[in-house]
């Protein structure tokens, strides 16, 4: 079975300083995995993904997350987080051997950015 | 706006009804997810529908049930509605089953069960 964990519920950063939102795995093969952030009363929107390739992958807003295979972790990073950062994160995951199979969603860590 | 449309907006119902959610994919995409988003349970997925069959099935309760149509738009059937069912309801969708696509997510329907 596939899983996803984000062990803290909630990240506090004040304005400027980098931010880190961690996120661990689980599949049986190679995962694809996703970074989402949820604003408030809104749907998710797509951040980055890894399929393949560089383990460093750079997306939306700044935003970049590192693929480690050997810790299954995908942790989320900003080098200066600005205020407007403050969201709610999901790290989802998806087995690439298990075709068909829809993303698994952690439960969400809670980003907020003080000024 | 993403794309997916989610109607309505929010819901409230009493125990023991049922509702119908509904979800009109982005344009081009043949997929589509059903996910609920509680406060203690995050984001659960329920059940997926690719070009109008069933391609997989998460913690979807027996109450509730989800068809696609043949113009590709989905419904989320929930009956016998328990307070527990009070959630956020998203559809997502994607252009396949493949997940080097990323998916799109609806802006939800908030159900509320009194």
Do not use: M
């Not at chain 1, 996120?23 to 749907?43: A, E, H, K």
């Not at chain 2, 959610?21 to 996910?35: A, I, K, N, T």
């Amino acid at each position: 079975a596939q899983s996803v964990a984000q062990p803290e519920d909630q990240v506090n950063v004040a304005e400027g300083n980098p931010l880190t939102v961690k996120c661990t795995y689980s599949v049986s093969g190679n995962p694809y995995l996703f970074w989402y952030v949820q604003y408030p009363n809104r749907g998710l929107q797509f951040l980055l993904k890894y399929i393949t390739g560089d383990n460093l992958v750079k997306g939306s807003y700044g935003f970049e997350a590192e693929f480690n295979k050997s810790q299954t972790s995908f942790h989320l990073k900003k080098p200066s987080a600005l205020v407007s950062d403050s969201a709610l994160y999901f790290c989802a995951v998806r087995d690439q051997g298990q075709a068909g199979t829809a993303l698994i969603f952690g439960k969400g860590t809670t980003l907020s950015v003080s000024s | 706006d993403s794309g997916v449309t989610q109607t309505p907006k929010h819901l409230i119902t009493a125990t023991g009804q049922r509702v119908t959610l509904r979800c009109s994919p982005r344009s081009g995409d043949l997929s589509v997810y059903w996910y609920q988003q509680s406060l203690d349970q995050g984001l659960q997925f329920l059940i997926q529908y690719y070009n109008g069959e069933e391609r997989a099935k998460g913690n979807i309760l027996e109450r509730f049930s989800a068809q696609q149509f043949p113009d590709l738009h989905s419904e989320l059937n929930l009956s016998s509605l328990e307070l527990g069912d009070s959630a956020l309801y998203f559809c997502a969708s994607s252009v396949d089953t493949g997940v080097g696509y990323g998916y799109t997510f609806g802006s939800g329907t908030r159900l509320t069960v009194v």
